[in-house]
């Protein structure tokens, strides 16, 4: 389904001579073929679309910091391409949580899990990233963790 919507949007994108769309959803088609290649390494035929998905964020998160240092470098046409592509690679992601239902999944994880010191970080991390590939951001969510376990 993911890489159906991936392959249908470079289409579109194509038709339409939005060159800077076409590129961004290449990008993403490359780091997917990479997954695949990974996950072929390790006896599965394909990626998962958590693999996939978790790939996009981590896409995300690098162009962030690409905005940052644009700006701190005076670059705001570079920053303004990198906030198209991050809008671009966010349409394949489903809904992000909000505050309020990141901090209650991980409550239900928690207690889920039966977690009661910082040793259950791991268990916890690897339950939210099954449950909930995508959705949120796992930096973020990896202080929401150690706050609740200390």
Known sequence: MLRED????????????????VNAIRM??????EKDV?????????ATDADLLAMMQTM??????????????SRPELAEK???EIKIIERFL??????????????????SVGAASMKDMG????QLRTQYAGQMDFGAV?????SLLS
Do not use: C, H
């Not at 990974?38 to 394909?46: F, P, Q, S, T, V």
């Not at 995300?60 to 470098?73: A, H, L, T, V």
């Not at 268990?123 to 690897?126: A, F, G, L, Q």
């Open 6 to 21: 991936i392959q249908n949007a470079l289409k579109e994108a194509m038709k339409s001579k939005d060159m800077l769309e």
């Open 28 to 33: 993403i088609i490359a780091g997917l073929k």
């Open 38 to 46: 990974d996950a072929r390494g390790k006896g599965n035929k394909e």
């Open 60 to 73: 995300i998160k690098q162009r962030r910091e690409s905005i940052e240092m644009f700006i701190s470098g």
């Open 82 to 84: 990198e906030e198209k």
């Open 94 to 111: 489903p809904k992000q949580l909000s505050a309020d239902e990141v901090q209650a999944a991980v409550k239900a994880v928690i207690s």
């Open 123 to 126: 268990k916890v991390m690897s």
């Open 142 to 146: 990896s202080a929401i963790i150690k």
